[in-house]
């Protein structure tokens, strides 16, 4: 406790007196101003973006601060009004001006990827909508594509982990994210996601394929709230990142987990919770490294 209350104070000795007089020390010997350094000495990716974040969020002039809330179409104005405040000359640093540009584009892109998959979550699965159905069935046919549904409700959704006789009340929590999440993982990983089911039939260590997929949605979509994803998505994508990235990042999860828990042993499913937590941690500890990428198509090639 008295560790964290000094490093608390440090901090705020730092920030409020020490920073600033840094700053200026260092823009004195070196002719840059703090952006300039970062852009110069950090490689793409998260270590440059995450700096960028981290100055623009302390600064004290509103041009900067604000910096981090721009859109992707005020991108390009915010980063010449930056230029202008700092009075960096723009034909003498292109490249600073292409550098500080992507780290923007990817800072909002990150807020906009989180509204996206929210709205998307809010969305309650119907089953009177045609195209909810749909997705709903289309799961069913890419992991039990030698079995014919006899109904729509029917116990048979129980095989690929449903509570119940009718999946849509095992989407309440994650609404339509859920089973957008568990499509895509069957869509584009079709043989991972099989054998993956098969696991979850084991008579001793399985468990609800369904629910636990819906469950690590609600993983991916904490860690994507709480910005823990963004040392992941700054890495990863280039630019401005989409839906598409984080479903790729959940199927790194559905893989991960199911490794984890056969290597775990667990005595029983009554046990899930526990597993799911240490789980979690583990994936945390995972994105502090700045120069993480967890996707299923980087595990393939490690």
């Known amino acids: 406790m008295a560790t964290m209350m000094l490093a608390s104070l440090w901090a705020c000795v730092y920030s409020r007196f020490l920073r600033g007089w840094l700053k200026w020390a260092l823009r004195l010997l070196t002719g840059r101003c703090e952006l300039q350094r970062i852009c110069g000495r950090a490689r793409a990716g998260a270590r ?33 009004d930056i ?31 989180y509204l996206d998959v929210e709205n998307l979550r809010k969305v309650p699965y119907d089953s009177d909508n045609e195209e909810h159905e749909e997705k709903l ?30 999946p849509k009340t095992d989407f309440r929590g994650m609404g339509l994210l859920g089973l ?15 054998q993956i089911l098969s696991h979850s039939n084991h008579p001793k260590l399985g468990y609800s394929y369904a629910i636990v997929g819906i469950n690590l949605t609600e993983m991916a979509y904490s860690l994507l709230k ?17 839906t598409e990235h984080f479903h790729q ?4 999860l559905v893989y991960e987990f199911d490794k984890f828990w056969f290597e775990e042993e667990p005595e029983s499913i009554m046990h899930f919770n526990h597993y799911r937590e240490k789980f979690h941690e583990r994936v945390k500890a995972l994105l502090l490294d700045y120069d993480i990428v967890l996707t299923l198509q980087n595990r393939r090639e490690q």
Not at 48 to 59: A, P, Q, V, Y
Not at 83 to 109: A, D, P, R, Y
Not at 142 to 166: S, V
Not at 180 to 194: G, P, Q
Request: proline share 2%; aromatic share 10%; hydrophobic share 35%.
């Open 226 to 242: 709480s910005g823990a994803l963004k040392s992941h998505f700054y890495n990863a994508v280039p630019g401005l990142p989409n």
């Open 83 to 113: 230029m202008k405040e700092k009075k960096i000359i723009e034909q003498k640093n292109k490249e600073f001006k292409t550098n500080l540009q992507v780290c923007l584009l990817q800072i909002s892109g990150y807020k906009q990827l």
């Open 48 to 80: 440059r973006t995450s700096g960028i974040e981290h100055s623009l969020e302390l600064s004290k002039n509103k041009v900067l601060r604000n910096a981090v809330y721009v859109g992707e179409d005020e991108v390009e104005k915010c980063v010449t």
């Open 180 to 194: 957008v999440n568990l499509v895509y993982f069957s869509k584009h990983y079709t043989s991972e996601a099989r």
């Open 137 to 166: 069935i289309k799961l069913w046919n890419l992991l039990m594509p030698h079995e014919n549904l006899k109904a729509r409700i029917t116990k048979q959704w129980c095989n690929i982990g449903f509570q119940g006789d009718d």
């Open 249 to 252: 990042f959940y199927c790194y």
